[in-house]
């Protein structure tokens, strides 16, 4: 079975800093990747995916990730975070073989402003 | 699109309590995820349908939990008796044509049991 680790557990950021938070994904096959955010309160929403081509993802709100293959890794960045991105952050895995998505446990983020 | 429609938004009840936790998916999605998030355990599915047919309930913590999808466009997770360690946000998720395509969620129901 896939697993997914996110390494940084809680990230603090000061305004206008660049944030890199960390995905390594364990499958050997084709994968399909995710991120999703969950504001203070709030549910879980799809920040950005992929699915094959460019390994360079955008999402939404500046957000970006990029798929290494032989890194088994899925990175978020994003050049400069504001206040407002302070959320808890999941990468997510799944594979074609199945139909369920693999979650990391989460990087809590706080930007400081 | 209303989304992934969950009921109620917050419960509180007491200790030995019967609890039903609502969800309605996304019109067309054709798998449902009941999912359980605390502090301490992250976020920890429960139990997944596929085409109203539940697929894996490995997840499920107990006895005291069950869940039913009794056509498409519905799904309850009842815990019963309600325990104060049971005490969560439950999300439910739905998607269409399998994991690949990623899941909607909802906006959850906070769990309360005193």
């Known amino acids: 079975a896939q697993s997914v680790s996110q390494h940084n557990h809680h990230v603090i950021l000061s305004e206008a800093a660049s944030l890199e938070l960390g995905c390594n994904y364990s499958y050997g096959g084709t994968v399909n990747l995710f991120w999703y955010v969950q504001y203070p309160g709030q549910h879980l929403q799809l920040l950005l995916k992929y699915f094959s081509g460019d390994p360079l993802v955008k999402g939404i709100k500046g957000f970006e990730a990029e798929f290494i293959k032989s890194k088994f890794s899925f990175n978020l960045r994003k050049p400069s975070v504001q206040w407002s991105d302070t959320a808890e952050y999941f990468c997510?895995?799944?594979?074609?073989?199945?139909?369920?998505?693999?979650f990391g446990g989460g990087t809590r983020l706080m930007v400081k402003p | 699109d209303a989304g992934v429609i969950q009921s109620p938004r917050h419960e509180v009840t007491e200790m030995g309590q019967e609890v039903t936790l609502r969800c309605k998916p996304i019109s067309g999605h054709n798998s449902l995820f009941w999912y359980r998030q605390t502090m301490m355990r992250g976020l920890e599915l429960l139990i997944y349908?596929?085409?109203?047919?539940?697929?894996?309930d490995s997840g499920m913590p107990e006895d005291r939990f069950s869940a039913k999808m009794p056509n498409a466009s519905f799904s309850t997770l009842k815990i019963q008796p309600s325990e104060p360690r049971d005490s969560a946000v439950y999300f439910c998720?739905?998607?269409?044509?399998?994991?690949?395509?990623?899941?909607?969620f909802g906006s959850g129901t906070r769990l309360t049991v005193v």
């Open positions: 998720a739905s998607s269409v044509g399998g994991a690949g395509y990623g899941y909607t």
């Open positions: 349908f596929n085409n109203n047919v539940p697929i894996d």
């Open positions: 997510a895995v799944s594979t074609n073989a199945g139909n369920m998505l693999t």
